[in-house]
């Protein structure tokens, strides 16, 4: 029996920004204190599956952990190989590590044939751009995750359009928004502790440059999410869009510590 049709993709759609779940959150205010605080905290009667993780296949590892750590921001990486031949492909192992310096982390699996194109390249070349993906080209960014064969070009079946870089070899999507020209500044190579093998790569990338279009920008000169509109990974096959957005500045203790002291005190 068929799935039932997917409803078309919501165009009309536009991120906002909208006040905080809980505007009225006081210290120490248990979850279910809310009505959706309660409704969560009601799940738990349903009880936990724990999954010993020496005891379980690594397929089933992967699904779990890529189902549950989500939403994933996506490094749609560009590189050159030693002959400089243009490799493009995305990965959701990906995130900021330090802004001094500035470090992006990537990793990459290992099949069982050997390293990756990305990692191989940029393990020899030493050099990277990583670019965010936005709404308008995720199929063209798709179809760059083909296992196809050797000779055919990821660039030339997706539809983009290189860009030269400033720093590095390796161009970037012209069509993304947001783009980093990268340095290794360490590769980790990921050894299982029970079998010895090599499992993957830890790209640690320095970023040299960052191209930022006008247009995304807000009036601060920082990045308006919602004219970005980055794709993020989720489990499966599945991608989500940034829809609704709040925000919640982080608390002070020179602001909220003699409250906070208050608090205490009736507590104990």
């Known amino acids: 029996m068929s799935a039932a049709p997917l409803p078309p993709f919501n165009r009309e759609a536009k991120a906002k920004l909208t006040e ?9 205010q248990k979850v279910e204190a809310t009505e959706d605080g309660e409704r969560w905290s009601e799940g738990e009667k349903a009880g936990w599956t ?26 749609f990486v560009s590189s050159l ?3 400089g031949t243009a490799n493009l492909a995305p990965f959701s192992w990906f995130n900021q590590v330090t802004h001094s310096p500035p470090l992006i982390s990537v990793s990459i699996s290992q099949p069982t044939s050997g390293l ?15 670019n965010i993906i936005s709404e308008p080209f995720i199929e063209n960014a798709n179809i760059t995750s083909l296992d196809s064969p050797a000779n055919v070009s990821e660039w030339e ?3 983009l359009t290189k860009e ?4 590095v070899k390796a161009p970037r999507v012209k069509e993304s928004a947001f783009s980093m020209e990268c340095e290794l500044f360490q590769a980790v190579d990921i050894t299982h502790p029970d079998t010895g093998k090599q499992t993957g790569t830890l790209i640690l990338g320095l970023v040299k440059y960052i191209h930022l279009r006008n247009d995304v920008l807000n009036e601060r000169g920082t990045v308006d999410f ?8 989720l489990g499966d096959i599945s991608y989500a869009r940034v829809g609704d957005a709040f925000r919640l500045p982080r608390p002070e203790w020179a602001v909220e510590g003699e409250k906070i002291k208050e608090f205490l005190k009736t507590t104990q």
């Open 20 to 28: 905080n779940p809980n505007p009225t959150f006081k210290y120490g």
């Open 226 to 233: 919602a004219k970005l509109k980055p794709i993020g990974r």
């Open 50 to 75: 724990v999954i010993d993780t020496s005891k379980e296949e690594a397929r089933k590892i992967y699904t779990l952990m890529i189902s549950g750590i989500v939403p994933r921001p996506i490094a």
């Open 157 to 159: 079946i997706s539809g």
């Open 81 to 83: 190989s030693e002959d």
């Open 164 to 167: 030269p870089s400033i720093h």
């Open 116 to 130: 990756k194109d990305t990692a191989h390249n940029i393990k020899t070349t030493k050099q990277f751009t990583v």
